[in-house]
């Protein structure tokens, strides 16, 4: 686990971004935010009514994968955005100004699909389990490596999703259809800058170890990748439901164990997404990375589909 690091440290780390860090002290919901080497404290209310509304989002979120025309999904999504914005970010917004956000939620909030809250809207930010955990992801890899591309089976635009990235990415490891078999894309992601996957994915409530991707021949299981010498620094999740975070104070998805093992970003959804949503979403995401972006500006910057709703950036950014 990452090991506890000082305000300075932290502080000097983050230069122009801003930390929010969420605890829950007995039925109440504070944060500790960080801007320009200043600690401050705020209560931010009563912590149940967030989880509510929280649960609310997700379910509104969910339904609108489904469907992204359904009127009463997308009148119900705005109004609790707006609720929840008004619950945990407004109390904070003065003092933050339109910096990029380094957030630490608590407890059932590393679920949320924060990208839909109208203060998150084409602002720059990343989720992680703690302040410690960014300064960690946050410190300089390695040099170069090489960009891999992954299609899985069973999902329709994933090789269209997948050859339009490989224009982006010239020299690129692609690995589809029968190529994309477990144990070579194991071998692939070894040593990568990028690694881009398109594929189905499981999350496995309370064993995060045993979520797995869906290959040609089988899954691959986050307990496979423990076996690598060096992950990959960014790591794309083109999949359904695959960053979820479970109950608790640490990020329990696939995405929270991977940056455990050592990625630095991990760009995944806390939420259903909607196959056909992902293609033209994911080319124009990955222009910015290939011209020097980095995954929480260039995620931030490109218009964002309902059915893409649940992607985040979770790590250093």
Same mark, same amino acid.
């Given at each position: ?106 407890? %059932?909030?590393?679920? #949320?699909?924060?990208?839909? /809250?109208?203060? &998150?809207?084409?602002? +720059?930010?990343? @989720? =992680?389990? $703690? *302040? ?83 290959? %040609?021949?089988?899954? #691959?299981?986050?307990?496979? /990748?423990?076996? &690598?010498?060096?992950? +990959?620094?960014? @790591? =794309?999740? $083109? *999949? ?78």
């Amino acid at each position: 686990p990452p090991r506890s690091a000082g305000i300075a440290e932290i502080a000097a780390a983050l230069g122009d971004r801003a930390l929010v860090e969420m605890l829950a002290i007995g039925p109440d919901l504070h944060a500790v935010t960080i801007v320009d080497g200043l600690l401050r404290r705020h209560r931010l209310g009563a912590r149940d009514t967030a989880v509510r509304e929280a649960g609310l989002l997700r379910y509104a979120v969910r339904r609108l994968a489904e469907d992204d025309r359904d009127r009463q999904a997308l009148d119900a999504l705005a109004d609790v955005a707006e609720r929840l914005d008004g619950h945990l970010l407004a109390p904070l917004l003065g003092g933050l100004g339109g910096r990029e956000l380094v957030i630490a939620p608590t407890g %059932a909030l590393h679920g #949320l699909p924060w990208a839909v /809250l109208p203060s &998150l809207a084409g602002r +720059p930010f990343t @989720i =992680v389990p $703690s *302040a410690s955990a960014w300064l960690h992801a946050h410190g300089p890899g390695p040099a170069g490596g090489h960009t891999v591309l992954v299609a899985g089976p069973g999902l329709r635009h994933a090789g269209r999703e997948v050859d339009a990235l490989r224009r982006l990415h010239p020299g690129a490891i692609v690995l589809d259809g029968e190529n994309a078999r477990a144990e070579t894309v194991r071998d692939a992601l070894d040593g990568a800058a990028l690694a881009h996957i398109a594929a189905h994915g499981e999350f496995r409530q309370g064993n995060a170890l045993f979520s797995r991707l869906r290959l %040609a021949d089988g899954p #691959l299981t986050v307990h496979d /990748l423990d076996e &690598l010498t060096a992950p +990959p620094r960014v @790591i =794309v999740l $083109s *999949a359904c439901d695959i960053g979820r975070a479970d109950e608790g104070d640490a990020v329990l998805g696939m995405a929270g164990v991977l940056l455990a093992l050592g990625a630095a970003t991990v760009v995944a959804s806390v939420a259903p997404v909607r196959d056909a949503a992902t293609p033209e979403f994911m080319s124009a995401f990955h222009a910015r990375l290939a011209a020097g972006q980095s995954p929480s500006r260039a995620l931030a910057a490109v218009a964002r589909p309902l059915g893409a709703a649940g992607l985040l950036c979770m790590g250093a950014g």
